[in-house]
């Protein structure tokens, strides 16, 4: 288990109902949480915001991979993007001084990006990353990312690349523990039957609790 | 100077030897922090044991999380996938092999 107590699984939206049943009740079984999220990936902001009316409600998690600015632009500032991420790897995109003010979720870090880099300037993006989510105390998540069981890493050692990559111990260990499981305690609570709106919430009714 | 010691798992398909761990745990320090990196690091090999796939290392207290990123970046050895999972990180080696409370 390497440590952790919830996961969160990227399931395409193809298999949903019927695969997703049984990869939870692998987690499950060995006394995992799991949570369901989807990585929406877009190339306008048309498609992004069909997207999230689509998809918002389904899932527990929902995520934005920033493939160009106007994406970006749009996903920081929708209340219905959880978390956004950008590759490292993609050259032409970075998450600047503008969007850090924009962003209403949180900035992850995916470990896998920088575990299949092919250059060190990959690092040296996700530095800059960090550096300017520091700046404007924006909500770090650092994530494994993982396809496969090798590419597991413990808590502690995504905790530790925080720390070399900028970010503050604190800062580092809340991207790993308190920041994800906040952002899923308040998606829960939403989609909780009793939830009316923001900070509106029903407390009781004929034995509904 | 104080130390910690680590436990790691070693998820490798292959067989590993003493030497293959060490060798792959000080290029990935010197690639990520040079050779300062692991003068500072003052990396050791306590014990490998390839049966139950666990190994101890020793680190100076100060540079625990460089190690610990090293360890992270290893991700093959001959081509081959492996995964370090440092499960455990303590002062001693006596309390490494303690149960957790």
Do not use: W
């Not at chain 1, 991979?65 to 929708?78: E, G, L």
């Not at chain 1, 413990?154 to 499981?181: D, F, H, K």
């Not at chain 2, 050895?77 to 002062?91: E, H, N, T």
Request: proline share 3%; charged share 25%; glycine share 4%.
């Amino acid at each position: 288990m390497a440590g952790y107590r919830s996961v969160a699984l990227t399931i395409p939206t193809a298999i949903l109902n019927e695969y997703s049943k049984t990869l939870t009740q692998c987690f499950v079984k060995v006394g995992l949480e799991t949570v369901s999220r989807i990585d929406l990936t877009c190339s306008n902001r048309y498609e992004l915001l069909k997207l999230l009316r689509r998809f918002r409600n389904q899932y527990d998690l929902v995520s934005v991979k920033c493939t160009n600015q106007n994406v970006a632009a749009i996903a920081c500032r929708d209340r219905r993007v959880d978390i956004v991420f950008f590759d490292p790897n993609n050259r032409n995109m970075k998450f600047t001084h503008t969007l850090a003010k924009l962003l209403n979720g949180a900035l992850e870090l995916n470990l896998s990006f920088l575990l299949n880099r092919e250059s060190g300037d990959v690092l040296n993006k996700a530095m800059r990353h960090m550096a300017v989510a520091r700046e404007h105390r924006v909500k770090v998540v650092l994530s494994s990312g993982c396809t496969s069981p090798k590419m597991v890493r413990s808590p502690m050692q995504i905790r530790a690349v925080g720390v070399t990559l900028g970010l503050s111990e604190a800062q580092s260990a809340e991207a790993i523990s308190s920041v994800p499981s906040s952002i899923i305690e308040s998606n829960l609570q939403r989609r909780s039957p009793l939830y009316i709106e923001e900070g509106v919430r029903l407390i009781g009714r004929n034995g509904l609790k | 100077m104080s130390k910690r010691y680590f436990m790691v798992r070693v998820i490798f398909d292959k067989q590993l030897t003493e030497q293959n761990l060490i060798e792959a745990m000080a290029t990935s320090i010197t690639k990520h922090f040079g050779e300062v990196g692991i003068a500072s690091i003052n990396l050791r090999l306590i014990r490998y044991d390839p049966e139950k796939a666990e190994a101890v290392v020793v680190c100076e207290k100060a540079t625990t999380d460089q190690l610990l990123t090293a360890l992270t970046f290893i991700r093959e050895i001959d081509g081959a996938p492996i995964s370090l999972l440092v499960v455990r990180i303590s002062g001693t080696i006596k309390s490494l092999s303690k149960p957790k409370k």
